[in-house]
Protein backbone atom coordinates (compact mmCIF):
# COMPACT_ATOMS: atom_id res chain seq x y z
CA UNK A 1 0.00 0.00 0.00
CA UNK A 2 1.20 3.91 -0.66
CA UNK A 3 2.84 5.30 2.33
CA UNK A 4 1.38 8.32 4.14
CA UNK A 5 2.85 11.79 3.67
CA UNK A 6 5.11 13.18 6.31
CA UNK A 7 2.89 12.35 9.02
CA UNK A 8 3.34 10.23 11.70
CA UNK A 9 1.89 6.62 11.38
CA UNK A 10 -1.25 5.98 13.71
CA UNK A 11 -3.16 3.05 14.69
CA UNK A 12 -5.22 2.93 12.07
CA UNK A 13 -2.60 3.24 9.27
CA UNK A 14 -1.25 0.01 10.83
CA UNK A 15 -4.48 -1.66 10.32
CA UNK A 16 -5.00 -1.08 7.15
CA UNK A 17 -1.65 -2.88 6.74
CA UNK A 18 -2.64 -5.26 8.09
CA UNK A 19 -5.89 -5.87 6.43
CA UNK A 20 -4.19 -5.97 2.72
CA UNK A 21 -1.79 -7.94 4.20
CA UNK A 22 0.93 -5.77 4.08
CA UNK A 23 3.54 -7.66 6.58
CA UNK A 24 4.59 -5.22 9.33
CA UNK A 25 8.29 -4.44 10.29
CA UNK A 26 9.26 -3.62 13.80
CA UNK A 27 13.22 -2.81 15.62
CA UNK A 28 13.97 -2.02 19.20
CA UNK A 29 15.30 1.79 19.21
CA UNK A 30 16.24 3.55 22.41
CA UNK A 31 18.30 6.90 20.97
CA UNK A 32 17.51 9.78 18.56
CA UNK A 33 20.43 8.80 15.84
CA UNK A 34 19.05 5.08 15.15
CA UNK A 35 15.65 6.39 15.23
CA UNK A 36 15.81 8.94 12.49
CA UNK A 37 18.17 6.20 10.55
CA UNK A 38 15.75 3.26 11.06
CA UNK A 39 12.96 5.92 10.00
CA UNK A 40 14.93 6.80 6.94
CA UNK A 41 15.21 3.09 6.02
CA UNK A 42 11.02 2.53 6.09
CA UNK A 43 10.94 0.91 9.67
CA UNK A 44 7.09 0.96 10.57
CA UNK A 45 7.27 0.68 14.16
CA UNK A 46 10.05 1.68 16.70
CA UNK A 47 9.68 -0.40 19.95
CA UNK A 48 11.41 1.39 22.58
CA UNK A 49 12.45 -1.59 24.46
CA UNK A 50 12.92 -2.53 27.96
CA UNK A 51 15.81 -4.69 26.24
CA UNK A 52 17.62 -1.39 27.06
CA UNK A 53 18.60 -2.98 30.15
CA UNK A 54 20.59 -5.48 28.03
CA UNK A 55 21.73 -3.54 25.27
CA UNK A 56 22.44 -0.40 26.35
CA UNK A 57 22.77 -0.84 30.08
CA UNK A 58 24.54 -4.04 30.38
CA UNK A 59 22.66 -5.57 32.32
CA UNK A 60 21.64 -9.28 32.53
CA UNK A 61 17.94 -8.90 32.04
CA UNK A 62 15.74 -6.39 31.81
CA UNK A 63 13.40 -6.48 35.85
CA UNK A 64 15.50 -3.58 37.07
CA UNK A 65 14.82 -0.99 34.04
CA UNK A 66 12.69 2.32 35.43
CA UNK A 67 9.99 3.95 34.46
CA UNK A 68 12.58 6.84 34.09
CA UNK A 69 14.72 4.88 32.27
CA UNK A 70 11.44 4.31 29.35
CA UNK A 71 10.36 7.80 29.71
CA UNK A 72 14.34 9.05 28.96
CA UNK A 73 14.63 6.93 25.91
CA UNK A 74 10.79 7.14 24.71
CA UNK A 75 11.75 11.02 24.73
CA UNK A 76 14.90 10.17 22.21
CA UNK A 77 13.31 8.24 19.64
CA UNK A 78 10.11 10.33 19.36
CA UNK A 79 12.25 13.77 19.39
CA UNK A 80 14.03 12.98 16.01
CA UNK A 81 11.13 10.86 14.25
CA UNK A 82 7.93 12.35 12.43
CA UNK A 83 6.44 8.90 10.64
CA UNK A 84 7.48 5.94 12.87
CA UNK A 85 4.78 4.39 15.25
CA UNK A 86 6.44 4.67 18.61
CA UNK A 87 5.29 1.91 21.07
CA UNK A 88 7.33 1.59 24.53
CA UNK A 89 7.25 -1.07 27.24
CA UNK A 90 5.87 -0.47 30.59
CA UNK A 91 8.79 -1.56 32.73
CA UNK A 92 8.69 -4.46 35.65
CA UNK A 93 6.46 -3.25 38.34
CA UNK A 94 4.87 -0.66 36.40
CA UNK A 95 1.58 -2.67 35.65
CA UNK A 96 1.37 -5.23 37.67
CA UNK A 97 -0.32 -3.06 39.83
CA UNK A 98 -4.00 -1.99 40.25
CA UNK A 99 -5.48 -0.65 36.87
CA UNK A 100 -5.42 3.09 37.74
CA UNK A 101 -1.79 2.82 39.09
CA UNK A 102 -1.33 1.25 35.41
CA UNK A 103 -2.67 4.01 33.91
CA UNK A 104 -0.76 6.69 35.70
CA UNK A 105 2.40 5.03 34.59
CA UNK A 106 0.97 4.89 30.95
CA UNK A 107 -0.01 8.42 30.82
CA UNK A 108 3.30 9.30 31.37
CA UNK A 109 4.52 7.34 28.53
CA UNK A 110 2.48 8.59 26.01
CA UNK A 111 3.26 12.37 27.34
CA UNK A 112 6.90 11.25 26.27
CA UNK A 113 5.97 10.97 22.80
CA UNK A 114 4.48 6.84 22.97
CA UNK A 115 1.43 6.06 20.92
CA UNK A 116 0.86 2.42 22.74
CA UNK A 117 2.12 0.94 25.46
CA UNK A 118 3.51 -2.47 25.51
CA UNK A 119 2.56 -4.91 28.60
CA UNK A 120 3.29 -8.13 29.29
CA UNK A 121 0.97 -11.43 30.36
CA UNK A 122 -2.17 -13.14 29.33
CA UNK A 123 -5.53 -12.65 30.27
CA UNK A 124 -4.84 -11.95 34.14
CA UNK A 125 -3.90 -8.60 32.39
CA UNK A 126 -7.11 -8.32 30.45
CA UNK A 127 -8.98 -6.25 33.29
CA UNK A 128 -6.24 -3.40 32.88
CA UNK A 129 -6.14 -3.75 29.31
CA UNK A 130 -9.47 -2.93 29.30
CA UNK A 131 -9.06 -0.07 31.98
CA UNK A 132 -6.89 1.59 29.38
CA UNK A 133 -8.09 0.99 26.18
CA UNK A 134 -11.60 3.07 27.91
CA UNK A 135 -9.14 5.70 28.85
CA UNK A 136 -7.55 6.29 25.68
CA UNK A 137 -4.31 4.04 26.01
CA UNK A 138 -3.84 1.66 23.11
CA UNK A 139 -2.37 -1.20 24.49
CA UNK A 140 0.00 -3.99 22.50
CA UNK A 141 0.13 -6.82 24.35
CA UNK A 142 3.01 -9.99 24.52
CA UNK A 143 2.26 -13.03 25.53
CA UNK A 144 4.73 -16.27 25.18
CA UNK A 145 8.28 -15.98 26.59
CA UNK A 146 7.81 -13.15 28.34
CA UNK A 147 11.29 -11.79 29.48
CA UNK A 148 9.82 -10.22 32.69
CA UNK A 149 8.92 -13.55 33.78
CA UNK A 150 11.93 -15.39 33.16
CA UNK A 151 12.65 -16.38 36.88
CA UNK A 152 8.75 -17.57 37.35
CA UNK A 153 9.60 -19.40 33.74
CA UNK A 154 12.99 -20.79 34.69
CA UNK A 155 14.55 -18.95 31.78
CA UNK A 156 14.56 -18.24 28.23
CA UNK A 157 12.21 -21.33 27.05
CA UNK A 158 10.24 -22.25 23.96
CA UNK A 159 6.79 -21.72 25.62
CA UNK A 160 3.53 -23.28 24.19
CA UNK A 161 4.60 -26.83 23.59
CA UNK A 162 2.76 -28.92 25.47
CA UNK A 163 -1.14 -29.12 24.93
CA UNK A 164 -2.06 -27.68 27.65
CA UNK A 165 0.41 -24.19 27.34
CA UNK A 166 -1.05 -24.12 23.73
CA UNK A 167 -4.86 -24.22 25.01
CA UNK A 168 -3.39 -21.69 27.47
CA UNK A 169 -2.00 -19.40 24.97
CA UNK A 170 -4.84 -19.33 22.85
CA UNK A 171 -7.01 -18.38 25.17
CA UNK A 172 -4.75 -15.41 26.65
CA UNK A 173 -4.90 -14.36 23.10
CA UNK A 174 -8.56 -14.60 22.75
CA UNK A 175 -9.35 -12.80 25.96
CA UNK A 176 -6.53 -10.05 24.99
CA UNK A 177 -8.36 -9.11 21.94
CA UNK A 178 -11.81 -8.99 23.70
CA UNK A 179 -10.28 -6.38 26.47
CA UNK A 180 -9.57 -4.43 23.78
CA UNK A 181 -5.56 -4.83 23.03
CA UNK A 182 -4.69 -3.43 19.09
CA UNK A 183 -1.59 -5.66 18.93
CA UNK A 184 -0.30 -8.65 19.78
CA UNK A 185 3.13 -9.85 20.07
CA UNK A 186 3.97 -13.69 20.32
CA UNK A 187 7.84 -14.34 21.42
CA UNK A 188 9.37 -17.86 21.32
CA UNK A 189 6.59 -20.29 20.21
CA UNK A 190 5.67 -22.85 17.95
CA UNK A 191 5.69 -21.64 14.52
CA UNK A 192 1.78 -23.65 13.77
CA UNK A 193 0.75 -22.57 17.21
CA UNK A 194 1.79 -18.93 16.49
CA UNK A 195 0.03 -18.94 12.66
CA UNK A 196 -3.12 -20.60 14.37
CA UNK A 197 -3.48 -17.65 16.91
CA UNK A 198 -2.91 -15.30 13.98
CA UNK A 199 -5.39 -16.86 11.85
CA UNK A 200 -7.83 -16.51 14.56
CA UNK A 201 -7.31 -12.74 15.84
CA UNK A 202 -8.69 -10.00 13.76
CA UNK A 203 -5.72 -7.86 15.19
CA UNK A 204 -1.93 -7.72 13.93
CA UNK A 205 0.29 -10.31 15.38
CA UNK A 206 4.29 -9.78 15.54
CA UNK A 207 6.63 -12.94 16.24
CA UNK A 208 9.99 -12.35 17.38
CA UNK A 209 10.84 -16.53 17.77
CA UNK A 210 7.31 -17.29 16.56
CA UNK A 211 7.47 -18.38 12.71
CA UNK A 212 6.45 -16.29 9.40
CA UNK A 213 3.08 -16.48 9.33
CA UNK A 214 2.75 -13.08 12.13
CA UNK A 215 1.56 -10.19 10.35
CA UNK A 216 4.52 -8.68 11.31
CA UNK A 217 8.07 -8.93 12.78
CA UNK A 218 10.10 -7.42 15.56
CA UNK A 219 14.24 -8.27 16.44
CA UNK A 220 16.33 -6.01 18.89
CA UNK A 221 18.15 -4.05 17.12
CA UNK A 222 21.56 -4.81 18.33
CA UNK A 223 21.25 -8.31 17.30
CA UNK A 224 19.42 -7.93 14.12
CA UNK A 225 22.83 -5.75 12.83
CA UNK A 226 25.28 -8.97 14.59
CA UNK A 227 26.83 -6.42 17.30
CA UNK A 228 25.39 -7.80 20.77
CA UNK A 229 27.93 -9.76 22.26
CA UNK A 230 27.17 -13.70 22.50
CA UNK A 231 25.47 -15.96 20.68
CA UNK A 232 22.66 -14.91 19.09
CA UNK A 233 18.79 -16.69 19.71
CA UNK A 234 17.96 -19.63 16.85
CA UNK A 235 15.39 -16.55 15.53
CA UNK A 236 17.82 -14.10 14.99
CA UNK A 237 19.64 -12.91 11.84
CA UNK A 238 22.66 -10.56 10.78
CA UNK A 239 21.18 -8.19 8.52
CA UNK A 240 24.49 -5.99 8.53
CA UNK A 241 26.80 -8.75 7.65
CA UNK A 242 26.18 -8.85 3.59
CA UNK A 243 25.32 -5.10 3.36
CA UNK A 244 27.71 -2.12 3.74
CA UNK A 245 26.00 0.15 6.03
CA UNK A 246 23.79 0.20 8.92
CA UNK A 247 20.98 1.90 6.48
CA UNK A 248 20.93 -0.79 4.09
CA UNK A 249 20.88 -3.35 6.38
CA UNK A 250 17.66 -2.12 8.26
CA UNK A 251 16.25 -1.77 4.24
CA UNK A 252 17.02 -5.32 3.72
CA UNK A 253 15.66 -6.15 6.99
CA UNK A 254 11.92 -4.61 5.94
CA UNK A 255 12.28 -6.18 2.41
CA UNK A 256 12.69 -9.71 3.86
CA UNK A 257 9.74 -8.76 6.48
CA UNK A 258 7.43 -7.71 3.86
CA UNK A 259 8.60 -10.30 1.22
CA UNK A 260 8.30 -13.56 3.86
CA UNK A 261 11.61 -14.01 3.32
CA UNK A 262 12.51 -13.40 7.17
CA UNK A 263 12.27 -15.64 9.52
CA UNK A 264 13.22 -18.38 7.48
CA UNK A 265 12.49 -22.09 8.22
CA UNK A 266 15.97 -22.16 10.11
CA UNK A 267 14.29 -18.99 12.60
CA UNK A 268 11.16 -20.89 14.08
CA UNK A 269 10.38 -23.26 16.15
Avoid: W
Wanted: glycine share 8%; aromatic share 6%; with cysteine.
Amino acid sequence: MEEASNKRRTREHLQQKYQSGEKIAVLTCYDATFANVLEKAGIDILLVGDSLGNVIQGKPDTLSVSLEDMLYHTTCVARSTHKAFIIADMPFGTFQVSPQETFTHAARLLAAGAQMVKIEGGRHMAETVDFLTNRGIPVCAHIGLTPQSLHQLGGYKLQGKKTEDAQRLREDAMALQEAGTAMLVMEMMPATLAGEITQRLSIPTIGIGAGSICSGQVLVLHDMLGIYPGKPPRFVRNFLQDTNSIHSAVEAYVQAVRSGMFPANEHAF
